[in-house]
Structures are given as C-alpha cells and as structure tokens.
C-alpha cells in the first residue's frame, strides 16, 4: 500500500515537467526519420540541440549587427505582432486566434548559393530582400527529429542584406539557424 503510494506521488510529480516539455515541442522524434536525413539536416539537428546565442528580435528594420550563416542556434526574442512592422503577409490559411509573436533579423550570406532557415516551433519564416519575399526553394516542414519543426531553403546572392521575417508564433522566442547547404 505505501510503495502505490510513493509510485502515484512520483507519477503526479512528474506529470506537470512532462506537460511542459510536450508543449515546448508537440512533435516525437521518429528515430526511423532521423536515420534517412541528409548529412546537411543532421548537422542543422545537431545544431538545434546546442546552445545558443540569445538576440532581439526589432520591431522594424533598422541598425543591427547583420548575421551569417552558421550552424549556430539563435535563441530569438520575439515582440507582440501588433508592435512589429511586418512587410510579408503571412500565408496563413487561418488567422491565428489570441497573441502572437514576431520579429526582424538583418543577415547576409559570404557567397551566392543555397542556405537553410530552420526554426523549432510553427512559426511563418519569410527572406526578405526589400520589401519582396523570396520563393523557397526547398521544404522540409513539420519534420519528426530533434528539435526542428520546418526548415526551408532559398536561393540567395553574396552583397546583398537580406531581412528575416519571423511571425505567426505562439510563444515569445524562436530557436532558429540559419546555414549553407
């Protein structure tokens, strides 16, 4: 009777971490995923895991320290939607109900090529060079390993200082990188 006790204690003790950590991200890894990934991917799951670099997100464009890629994670602060100057409409199908998120990240990239945003929770990524908002190239969204939730690709030039558009999240930070492929 007492070690049913001692074990419904643990059990309910730990339920609320657990709760936490499922809301933190919704998806379970699929080992079996995990295996099939590209080398490029891997790397960006790996990366994901690491600790990262906390930044603030602006509210609008202006001066910043312009980013580059790196397989460094940002741990970005985002601001409440209404307070950010968003120039890309986010595709939405359905408008998001109660608060959300966004933010700004001036980056630009050493050579011509293809690079990877890759963010941990639903969040709308847009680049941005100027007020345009680049096609992606590649889509690997909703993915079941590690910490990525979507990673998308763009086909971006050397000189030129892209805008990161982050929005559309639930929660006030964002875990993103930004890599070459």
Request: positive net charge.
């Amino acid at each position: 009777m007492r070690m049913s006790r001692a074990c419904l204690i643990v059990v309910l003790l730990g339920m609320p971490a657990l709760a936490l950590g499922q809301q933190q991200h919704p998806h379970q890894p699929d080992p079996a995923e995990c295996a099939t990934l590209p080398p490029d991917l891997k790397a960006v799951v790996a990366a994901m895991d690491a600790s990262g670099e906390k930044l603030d997100a602006l509210v609008k464009r202006g001066e910043m320290t312009v980013l580059s890629p790196a397989l460094q994670r940002l741990d970005v602060a985002l601001h409440p939607t209404g307070h950010v100057s968003l120039t890309a409409t986010p595709k939405t199908e359905k408008k998001a109900e109660g608060q959300t998120f966004a933010g700004l990240l001036a980056f630009s990239v050493p050579r011509d090529g293809d690079y990877r945003v890759s963010a941990d929770t639903t969040v709308w990524i847009d680049v941005l060079d100027g007020d345009r908002a680049l096609e992606r190239t590649k889509l690997n969204r909703r993915m079941q390993c590690g910490h990525v939730h979507k990673s998308l690709g763009f086909t971006l030039k050397a000189g030129v200082t892209y805008w990161l558009q982050l929005s559309g999240s639930r929660g006030q930070e964002a875990r993103v990188l930004i890599t070459s492929e």
